[in-house]
């Protein structure tokens, strides 16, 4: 009984535990979302501001294609931002340590927000290139390090709730900028600075906060080998001082490694007993930007016209799109520790099949059913559902899990990489694909999610309630490496699992 009650006491959501998520997840995960959909609503404004800006240095305007290019880049800088911060997640985790890499992460932010509210005073459209590039750095990092500090901090019946936390943030960034980004709000001549500017805000406010709160005991413990600091740590976040089950559980899994020492992006990609994990990882990052969650927000300004909703009320419509994507990812809070990640996975993917298949046939008939506008926006709907379940929160929560401390920041550099450059390759294509073939383009990406959901159904495990250790068994099984290499193998003489954390 009184084992049963000591275990209640550590699973639990502790104040601190509960700002610590809140304060992190706000102050990086927001800002990705918020300059995810920044730039939507003024797009015309600043494109004109540019014009203007080149006009006044030449005397004449730009031509249309310069101009387009211009934007363009603009655009493109965060996603390739997002890309190099991604390669920056390792050195920054083993240098500064979790806490400490989204301390100094918001440098890539504060910046370009005071550089991009004083673009237009500047007149000086550059700036805005620069600092979304800067601002794609800070989402690069933010993207990675927040579930790996939040994974590490929770307990692990509490893993996949905490873990989903930083995608809920990247939909209210996304739906707070749409808000803001209305036409009688930000979205106008005098306000776009503004609407860009307020990146900076969430960032200042978790520089000042943050460092009241702890760092990761498993880094304390396992990469800096401060047992009385990560002993403190937990103690902090769990509200009690009874944390000897846990430090054991932290230092069995420190055992369990130390044959592999430090393991970088190269030897991640060598080591036989990581093969199905950094596979795994790679399919669902790829999946999760290849499925045509981009292209469905890309084209449903387009629907919403078709179906008849008034150009003046399209931004109201989006926002309220924006809207379900946060209701949809709050919900997975709650249900991902009850269903589970792979369950959640397969749904997901399986309404964002379903909806790209039935919405390849709406967009076709449009012209000759009068009601199919109104199917496309079913689908629409739909797959922000779909996505919002499985796709979106649970593959960065799963690199997390399904890797252990010495080889998780190479596998959140591999896992980043894979998210920003197929972010940036959709952006890239996706109009020549559209171009190409037309209505039939969600074709494409409804083979993907296909492809995906059949990864999942036949490789990935569950994980749910699992500690590190006990995931990383059911991979080595998987990965058959028990007489491979054993010296040099990530997981080499395991000891024996406890019941509980």
């Not at 509960?18 to 990086?28: E, H, N, P, Q």
């Not at 937990?234 to 369990?256: F, Y």
């Not at 008034?310 to 799109?321: M, S």
């Not at 401390?405 to 990489?417: C, D, E, I, L, W």
Request: aromatic residues 10%; contains cysteine.
């Amino acid at each position: 009984m009184e084992q049963q009650d000591q275990s209640m006491k550590e699973g639990r959501l502790t104040l601190v535990l509960a700002l610590a998520t809140l304060i992190a997840a706000f102050g990086s995960s927001f800002q990705y979302g918020y300059n995810v959909a920044a730039v939507n609503s003024p797009a015309l404004l600043m494109q004109q501001f540019y014009n203007e800006t080149y006009y006044g240095r030449t005397g004449e305007f730009m031509e249309d294609f310069p101009l387009t290019l211009l934007w363009s880049v603009t655009v493109s800088m965060f996603p390739f931002g997002g890309f190099i911060g991604s390669l920056l997640v390792g050195p920054l985790v083993n240098k500064f340590g979790r806490k400490g890499a989204l301390l100094f992460n918001n440098i890539f932010s504060i910046v370009p927000a005071i550089l991009m509210g004083c673009s237009r005073v500047a007149t000086s459209f550059e700036l805005i290139i620069i600092s979304r590039l800067l601002v794609g750095i800070c989402a690069g990092v933010s993207s990675n390090v927040v579930p790996m500090y939040l994974g590490e901090l929770a307990p692990k019946n509490l893993r996949g709730a905490l873990g989903v936390v930083p995608q809920l943030f990247i939909t209210v960034g996304i739906l707070v900028a749409q808000i803001f980004g209305l036409r009688n709000l930000l979205a106008n001549v005098d306000g776009w600075p503004i609407l860009l500017g307020l990146t900076g805000v969430p960032a200042a406010l978790q520089l000042v906060l943050l460092p009241f709160f702890p760092e990761s005991p498993r880094y304390l413990l396992i990469q800096k080998k401060d047992e009385a600091a990560a002993k403190k740590a937990l103690q902090t976040l769990r509200g009690w001082d009874s944390v000897d089950r846990e430090v054991a559980e932290i230092r069995q899994e420190d055992e369990a490694e130390k044959a592999a020492g430090f393991i970088s992006v190269l030897k991640l990609f060598r080591m036989r007993s990581l093969r199905w994990q950094l596979l795994s990882i790679i399919v669902l990052m790829g999946g999760q930007q290849l499925s045509g969650v981009n292209a469905i927000y890309y084209y449903a300004d387009q629907i919403y016209l078709s179906a008849g909703v008034p150009e003046e009320h399209v931004q109201y419509v989006t926002a309220g799109t924006g809207a379900v994507n946060v209701v949809m990812t709050f919900c997975a809070v709650f249900v991902v520790e009850l269903l589970g990640r792979r369950l959640l996975l397969l749904l997901g993917f399986s309404i964002c099949l379903i909806a790209c298949c039935v919405l390849t046939a709406a967009l076709a008939l449009q012209d000759t059913v009068s009601w199919m506008p109104y199917i496309s926006i079913v689908c629409v709907i739909s797959y922000v559902i779909g996505h919002a379940l499985g796709p979106s929160p649970i593959p960065a929560l799963l690199i997390t899990e399904i890797f252990l401390q010495s080889s998780r920041p190479s596998a959140f550099m591999v896992g980043g990489s894979v998210h920003w450059l197929s972010n940036f390759t959709v952006g890239l294509i996706f109009p020549f694909i559209q171009e190409g073939l037309g209505p039939y383009s969600f074709i494409v990406f409804a083979v993907i999610c296909l492809l995906t959901t059949i990864y999942i159904f036949l490789i990935v495990p569950e994980t749910k309630a699992k500690t590190f250790i006990e995931i990383n068994q059911i991979f080595t099984k998987m990965n058959k490496v028990s007489e491979v290499y054993p010296e040099k193998e990530e997981l080499k003489e395991l000891p024996p699992v406890t019941s509980e954390q």
